[in-house]
């Protein structure tokens, strides 16, 4: 399976030359589509770093958009740009710790009920009940204080993976079909989850973390298991 490949970038130079060097480390580049889209960087860094790597640049900002609208603008681009029939939006600020095991990817799609595979394994884990897999909204979720995600063990292919009754679209490989209706005109992340809702689908992730999200200390690297 091919992928395409959106990273958004807005300064922050030695993020992104790790997000960008350490994916094309552990990857092999003719399994995917790579594309950036600049938010209005105030340097040529991040151009001269995309242009040494061969990274095509689709939406280069005049102005800063904000994140979730310069990756409306960046997927609908990529959409034209790719027909790969899945889509990964990285942010400038995810480190590569090993490959994305694409045959994993592949038969996961196979469940016509998974919309996105999430590269992380860590996201809110704490499970206090039994309730039934469902298709609830990351934003609801957390505005009616709802309990908390179920994850679900579904190893295939030696790799430890769950299925949660979740739309989470971030640090996710995301069915092309889909991924244009997440994003059509948001503003901001919790629009994009917002609109992932009505899609019904659900996520699985990678227990073992495939990216590590450097910029912020919420996501930490290893491996995580819900039970």
């Known amino acids: 399976m091919r992928i395409a490949v959106c990273i958004t970038t807005l300064n922050r ?13 552990h990857n092999h580049r003719d399994d995917f589509d790579l594309f950036y889209g ?17 990274v095509p640049c689709l939406v ?47 038969q996961v799609f196979k469940d016509a009920d998974v919309g996105w595979i999430r590269l992380q394994g860590v996201w809110e884990n704490a499970i206090t009940h039994n309730r039934p897999l469902g298709t609830n909204n990351a934003a609801v979720l957390k505005r009616h204080h709802a309990p908390e995600v179920v994850w679900r063990r579904c190893d295939m292919l030696g ?4 299925r949660g009754d979740i739309h989470w679209a971030f640090a996710s490989i995301t ?22 809702a009505p899609l019904k689908k659900l996520t699985v992730r990678f227990c073992e973390n495939v990216v590590n ?15």
């Open 13 to 25: 130079h030695d993020l992104t030359r790790i997000t960008v060097e350490s994916f094309l480390a």
């Open 38 to 54: 600049d938010d209005n960087s105030s340097d040529d860094c991040i151009h001269d770093l995309m242009e040494r790597h061969n």
């Open 60 to 106: 280069k900002a005049e102005k800063q958009l904000g994140c979730s609208v310069l990756t409306d603008r960046l997927v609908a681009e990529v959409l034209k740009a790719s027909d790969t029939p899945a889509v990964l939006v990285l942010q400038n600020d995810m480190e590569s710790i090993r490959p994305i095991p694409l045959d994993v990817v592949d």
């Open 159 to 162: 790799e430890t993976l769950e």
């Open 175 to 196: 069915r092309r079909e889909l991924i244009g209706q997440m994003t059509r005109g948001a503003k901001c992340a919790t629009d994009i989850i917002r609109q992932a």
């Open 213 to 227: 999200h450097i910029g912020t200390e919420r996501t930490p690297g290893g491996i995580f298991y819900s039970r």
